[in-house]
């Protein structure tokens, strides 16, 4: 069966590197909540809490905190689960496939846009060749959250998630 995502360059935003750390400890931390909670949102932001139910149709929730202590919800459902390989969730539906309401994101009125990301992994040597996509409704939201540093803020929580394995989990 072939994918029926087609990536949209006025819609979507992606990027992919290579990390010097095994795909299998990545999956780790993208798929156990106290794994993914240090590293998930750039600092000086946190992640303060996090439910996995991992399947399609499961729970996908953050609670991320600002600086000043602000929290913010974020509920999900996974699309997607291939283990070790690929994991896709959208904010657009909560769990059980149930369409939600989008909440603001990282605390600014502006993001109010619905997405479906996603994360690929695919073994680079002894490292990992890791590929976040993000896909919008439209053009206006893509550029929204180019704006808000997609790709930085990702890059930089990926950096976390690079250096908390090599710390040893």
Known sequence: MKPTYQFNSKFDLSFTRVVDVPRALVWRAWTEPELLKPWFCPLPWKTIDCEIDLRPGGAFR????????????????????????????????????????V?????????????????????????TRYTATVIHADEADCKTHAAMGFEGGWGSALDQLVAMIKRGI
Not at 75 to 81: F, K, Q, R, T
Not at 105 to 127: K, N, R, V, W, Y
Request: negative net charge.
């Open 103 to 127: 909440t603001a994101t990282c605390g600014s009125d502006d993001t109010h846009f619905m997405f479906t990301a996603m994360i690929e992994l695919a073994d680079d040597g002894p490292g």
């Open 62 to 101: 953050t609670t991320m905190q600002s600086p000043e202590g602000e929290e913010f919800p974020n509920a999900g459902c996974y699309l997607e689960v291939v283990p070790n390989e690929k994991l896709v969730w959208t904010n657009a539906l909560l769990p059980g496939y149930r369409p939600g309401n």
